[in-house]
């Protein structure tokens, strides 16, 4: 084996390891085109069903834990934005080694940056609704159906979360909240996401550390 191949080797073991690409999203996700700039998946990071929570992910971190709080974030309160939060520096996390998306499905797919969720937001009707899961339970949650001319038959569901906080799950079929890649440059240590009841859907921001949903995009 000469010196170029072991050099190749050595480059695609360190890209499986920054970007998960040995991971691999469920058989049944699927990528849902609404007419906009990228496709929507169908379901949730750690789903099996659209219905299905899901797992909820502090910003930049790829994997689920225990408590969500400044003391347990990759980046505790005191460095969080400051010179060594290697996040920060990136202002977007999308398909990098801090996607929770790219990380645990592969494929492609990655997390919706703020103009994405935007997009989402502003070119769909969303409709507070409910939906069995497959052990017949009802879900809270919008059904988001595209508003762009030949799509308007296409549509996705998020559930309503709501939120991981210190040990708790917090406001089940109340409220989601969606992470985007994005984030807040006016205050490095929070991040943009979709918030949601039943009375509103907007982008806001807030501390990275909060743990929530994701819900992964695809490049078309």
């Given at each position: 084996?000469?010196?170029?191949?072991?050099?190749?080797?050595?480059?695609?073991?360190?890209?499986?390891?920054?970007?998960?690409?040995?991971?691999?999203?469920?058989?049944?996700?699927?990528?849902?085109?609404?007419?906009?700039?990228?496709?929507?998946?169908?379901?949730?990071?750690?789903?099996?069903?659209?219905?299905?929570?899901?797992?909820?992910?502090?910003?930049?971190?790829?994997?689920?834990?225990?408590?969500?709080?400044?003391?347990?974030?990759?980046?505790?309160?005191?460095?969080?934005?400051?010179?060594?939060?290697?996040?920060?520096?990136?202002?977007?996390?999308?398909?990098?080694?801090?996607?929770?998306?790219?990380?645990?499905?592969?494929?492609?797919?990655?997390?919706?940056n703020y103009d994405q969720v935007l997009?989402?937001?502003?070119?769909?009707?969303?409709?507070?609704?409910?939906?069995?899961?497959?052990?017949?339970?009802?879900?809270?949650?919008?059904?988001?159906?595209?508003?762009?001319?030949?799509?308007?038959?296409?549509?996705?569901?998020?559930?309503?979360?709501g939120y991981r906080i210190e040990n708790?799950?917090?406001?089940?079929?109340?409220?989601?909240?969606?992470?985007?890649?994005?984030?807040?440059?006016?205050?490095?240590?929070?991040?943009?996401?979709?918030?949601?009841?039943?009375?509103?859907?907007?982008?806001?921001?807030?501390?990275?550390y909060y743990g929530h949903t994701i819900?992964?995009?695809?490049?078309?």
């Amino acid at each position: 084996m000469n010196i170029r191949t072991i050099h190749i080797l050595s480059l695609l073991i360190l890209t499986f390891a920054l970007i998960g690409c040995t991971a691999k999203a469920p058989s049944n996700v699927e990528a849902v085109d609404l007419g906009l700039s990228v496709k929507w998946a169908n379901m949730n990071v750690g789903a099996t069903e659209e219905t299905e929570m899901g797992d909820y992910f502090a910003w930049g971190e790829t994997s689920t834990k225990r408590t969500y709080s400044w003391n347990e974030y990759v980046y505790e309160n005191s460095e969080c934005g400051k010179d060594n939060d290697d996040m920060a520096k990136l202002t977007d996390i999308a398909g990098t080694s801090f996607d929770a998306a790219t990380c645990n499905w592969g494929g492609g797919w990655h997390m919706p940056n703020y103009d994405q969720v935007l997009e989402l937001v502003s070119n769909c009707t969303w409709t507070w609704t409910n939906m069995k899961n497959s052990k017949g339970d009802l879900v809270y949650g919008y059904v988001i159906v595209s508003n762009v001319d030949g799509y308007t038959d296409k549509s996705i569901f998020l559930p309503a979360a709501g939120y991981r906080i210190e040990n708790d799950i917090d406001l089940v079929d109340d409220y989601g909240s969606y992470w985007s890649s994005s984030i807040f440059n006016q205050n490095l240590k929070q991040a943009w996401f979709i918030t949601m009841n039943s009375e509103y859907v907007q982008a806001d921001h807030y501390n990275r550390y909060y743990g929530h949903t994701i819900r992964a995009v695809m490049d078309k």
